[in-house]
């Protein structure tokens, strides 16, 4: 059965501090896609990326950055010079083939200013 | 464009009732799903539909019913409310081509005195 991992349940750092959120997937299906969400405190989901399992680049898109490695089935989220305004919960999640969203129990992420 | 539109956003029911969480989106997206999210525990699929007509259970469907008679609306039935239905419903629609990530509505939070 597919499985997420966000073993990291809360992670405190200070402003300006880098920051690494931890994903790791259990999968024997050769397609999927991946995905991390914000979930800011006023509760809405915000899509932050996809990858699908073909593509492994690594992808840089201003702070955010994430570390998709099919070898130990992860999919790392960074966050560069965090800001107070990351402040939220962090969710991972992998997507099968009848499109069906599977989460991590997510990771809270605190920036202290 | 209204995106996925969620109604209403907050509901207090007593044990034994019954109500219906509307969901509606307007991107013409095939896919759709209810989801929700417990303290601790990310989000876990109750139902979903990959188009009007066809629905299929998710984890934990128990005590949930849908249906899909049109592409744009996916409403989700407690057929009579406990306490342990007590959470925040989302629903999630996603369009196939893209892949684009799903897109989700704002959330319902329901408590179940």
């Known amino acids: 059965a597919q499985k997420v991992t966000q073993a990291q349940t809360e992670i405190s750092v200070v402003e300006k501090e880098d920051v690494t959120l931890d994903c790791v997937y259990e999968?024997?299906?050769?397609?999927?896609?991946l995905f991390w969400y914000k979930q800011p405190p006023s509760g809405e989901l915000v899509f932050l990326i996809r990858?699908?399992?073909?593509?492994?680049q690594n992808e840089i898109s201003g702070r955010y950055s994430w570390n998709f490695q099919k070898s130990t089935s992860s999919f790392n989220f960074t966050i560069t010079a965090s800001q107070v305004v990351d402040s939220a919960v962090y969710f991972c999640?992998?997507?099968?083939?009848?499109?069906?969203?599977?989460f991590g129990s997510g990771t809270r992420l605190l920036v202290r200013p | 464009n209204a995106g996925v539109t969620q109604t209403p956003k907050f509901q207090v029911l007593k044990t034994g009732q019954s109500m219906t969480l509307q969901c509606a989106q307007d991107?013409?997206?095939?896919?759709m799903s209810w989801y929700r999210q417990d303290p601790g525990m990310g989000l876990r699929l109750i139902h979903y539909?990959?188009?009007?007509?066809?629905?299929d259970q998710g984890e934990v469907p128990n005590g949930y019913n849908v249906s899909r008679s049109t592409t744009e609306d996916f409403p989700l039935r407690l057929l009579s409310a406990a306490p342990s239905q007590t959470s925040v419903y989302f629903c999630?629609?996603?369009?196939?081509?893209?892949?684009?990530?799903?897109?989700f509505g704002q959330g319902t939070r329901l408590t179940v005195v």
């Open positions: 999630a629609s996603s369009y196939e081509a893209d892949r684009l990530g799903a897109f």
């Open positions: 999640a992998f997507e099968d083939s009848s499109y069906k969203l599977i």
């Open positions: 991107m013409n997206h095939e896919y």
């Open positions: 990858r699908n399992s073909f593509d492994e």
């Open positions: 539909s990959v188009g009007a007509g066809i629905t």
């Open positions: 999968t024997r299906d050769t397609t999927y896609y």
